[in-house]
């Protein structure tokens, strides 16, 4: 069975798109996804995207990172979907749906509402997740945030100076966090720039992470440390991030906006992954 595939970034976070909406696929199970996130023996992508219909919404995007694991957002990936779809659509994630829509600069997504509940991150037991009694190293005092998936965002002076590659894992596994989390080292740079290096849960360092963007924002947001619209730069570019009131009980969207590329297409014999 040959199976076509569009390559995509965004920022340099790659992804492997396949496009089922009309043509159903074999289930995609952990094994095969790492498989074919695989860079040496695979296509290679830091997530494999899966669209398929939705009764929900326009269409349904499922998401799997390079070791395999499904996850429930990814803010790169919906720009790169929004790119591939041509035109505004709501697309349901396992995070809740969201909105996308191409625009000039790339595309604009509607990330929907952060939550900030420490079960809804989730975390072991209760703390309050604006200023966590917590720390490893010099990453300390962070704070938590669900965008559809769960982020742990941590303040310094240079996080370009942060061992990243060492601390992230320790944090990501956690006994803190039942469901692991993704880790974000980030520099306030003014009020209207943040400097951001992201660990990805179950995909390590990463050139971009959308969601990080996002979680890392709105906790700058809701401790005042940043305007209600920042850019964040990351390894590999910036994205624009806006949150319209940083009340949590307010119900605001976050809004990211940012660029996505495709780079090519291609083909390959599902027998060889299955």
Request: aromatic share 6%.
């Amino acid at each position: 069975m040959r199976v076509p595939f569009i390559k995509m970034h965004g920022l340099g976070n790659d992804f492997v798109v396949l496009d089922a909406r009309l043509n159903a696929l074999p289930p995609i199970t952990a094994r095969i996804a790492a498989a074919l996130a695989d860079r040496c023996e695979g296509i290679g992508c830091d997530q494999l995207v899966l669209l398929e219909p939705s009764a929900d919404a326009d269409f349904r995007m499922r998401i799997f990172n390079s070791d395999g694991g499904e996850v429930g957002a990814c803010g790169n990936a919906a720009r790169a979907v929004a790119l591939l779809h041509g035109s505004a659509a709501r697309v349901e994630t396992a995070g809740g749906i969201i909105s996308v829509e191409p625009d000039d600069a790339g595309a604009r997504v509607d990330m929907g509402r952060p939550r900030f509940e420490w079960d809804a991150i989730p975390l072991a037991y209760p703390m309050d997740t604006a200023s966590m009694p917590v720390g490893w190293e010099v990453m300390d005092n962070p704070g938590a945030v669900n965008v559809g998936n769960p982020h742990v965002v941590c303040f310094v002076e240079d996080c370009d100076a942060i061992a990243l590659e060492q601390v992230g894992p320790a944090i990501e596994n956690d006994p803190l966090f039942p469901e692991r989390v993704n880790v974000n080292c980030a520099a306030i740079e003014s009020r209207s720039r943040i400097r951001l290096r992201v660990w990805e849960r179950g995909a390590g360092l990463t050139r971009a992470c959308g969601t990080g963007a996002c979680a890392t924002a709105v906790v700058a947001m809701r401790r005042g440390l940043v305007d209600n619209r920042v850019t964040v730069v990351l390894p590999g570019g910036p994205l624009t991030i806006e949150w319209a009131d940083t009340n949590p009980a307010a119900g605001a969207s976050i809004v990211m906006t940012g660029p996505a590329s495709e780079a090519y297409r291609g083909s390959f014999e599902w027998e060889d992954y299955a």
